[in-house]
């Protein structure tokens, strides 16, 4: 009877290693385990899918407004895409988007990324912002920048407002607006919308998603001049 019961003794001093290796990390509910999971969806991580660039070189090979347009000159330089107010009518706002290939649906794919870089005049807050899901200049998605700590998020139909899916607000100091370089970027992670200003996601962000108008992506100035640079869509 000795040996039997050596042999039992044995393999009940193996069981807690069986178990361990039968554990999975993604079955807890432990602070170990959210910080996988919220590696694993950062948004700025490098796309697997397909993507669209744009360096608003002056080649102008995907075709942006230029010229003189509607009291606006639209300009590609070395220093990016510049608009300028030409007009004394300042209610008035210049936009400018391309549309993208039907591979980069923006209503289709569940995940994109989409950023862009505002520079305006020296020591000056940027005035305008990123258009997205752009159908013509009266239904599309716009990340606004106002003065030194306003950002508006909101969705144009029809020349109006949605007022189902609208939000104006002070941006607090984690989000704080910068005078000279300030960067956007909207992240679709299924059915919401994470928005970000220098890398920092807005207090009021997610936003449910909501279908857009059209596939176009571009810029928006409200001010008097202000240049951009480094648009670009990513999917994951």
Same mark, same amino acid.
């Given at each position: 009877m000795y040996?039997p019961k050596m ?5 009940? !001093?193996?069981f807690?290693?069986?178990l ?8 807890s509910?432990? !602070? ?7 590696g ?6 490098t796309?697997s899918?397909p ?8 080649e102008n090979?995907n075709?942006?407004?230029t ?5 606006f000159?639209?300009?590609l330089k070395?220093i ?6 030409? !007009? ?5 706002a210049?936009r400018?988007?391309?549309t993208l ?10 995940t ?7 520079l ?16 013509d200049s ?5 990340i ?5 700590n ?8 029809? #020349? ?6 609208v939000?104006?607000?002070l941006?607090?100091?984690t989000?704080a ?6 960067r956007?970027a909207v ?17 009021t ?12 992506? #571009? ?6 001049w ?5 648009? !670009?869509?990513?999917?994951?």
């Amino acid at each position: 009877m000795y040996f039997p019961k050596m042999l039992l003794l044995y393999f009940l !001093s193996l069981f807690p290693l069986v178990l361990r290796g039968q554990q999975r990390p993604v079955e807890s509910a432990t !602070s170990d385990w959210l910080a996988i999971e919220t590696g694993a969806v950062l948004p700025f991580r490098t796309p697997s899918g397909p993507s669209f660039s744009e360096s608003f070189t002056e080649e102008n090979p995907n075709g942006w407004p230029t010229g003189l347009r509607a009291g606006f000159t639209y300009t590609l330089k070395p220093i990016g895409y510049q608009l300028e107010r030409r !007009s004394a009518d300042t209610s008035r706002a210049a936009r400018a988007w391309v549309t993208l290939s039907n591979r980069l649906n923006l209503n289709k794919i569940d995940t994109f990324l989409i950023q862009i870089d505002l520079l305006p005049q020296t020591d000056t807050y940027p005035a305008g912002g990123l258009l997205f899901g752009v159908a013509d200049s009266l239904n599309y998605s716009q990340i606004r920048l106002i003065g030194p700590n306003r950002v508006l998020v909101q969705q144009v139909v029809n #020349g109006k407002p949605d007022v189902t899916f609208v939000s104006a607000h002070l941006a607090r100091a984690t989000v704080a607006l910068r005078s000279g370089r300030n960067r956007i970027a909207v992240w679709r992670r299924g059915r919401q919308l994470h928005v970000f200003v220098n890398e920092k996601e807005l207090p009021t962000s997610p936003f449910a998603f909501r279908p857009l108008r059209g596939n176009g992506v #571009g810029v928006l100035m409200t001010g008097n001049w202000l240049s951009f640079r480094n648009l !670009s869509v990513r999917t994951q």
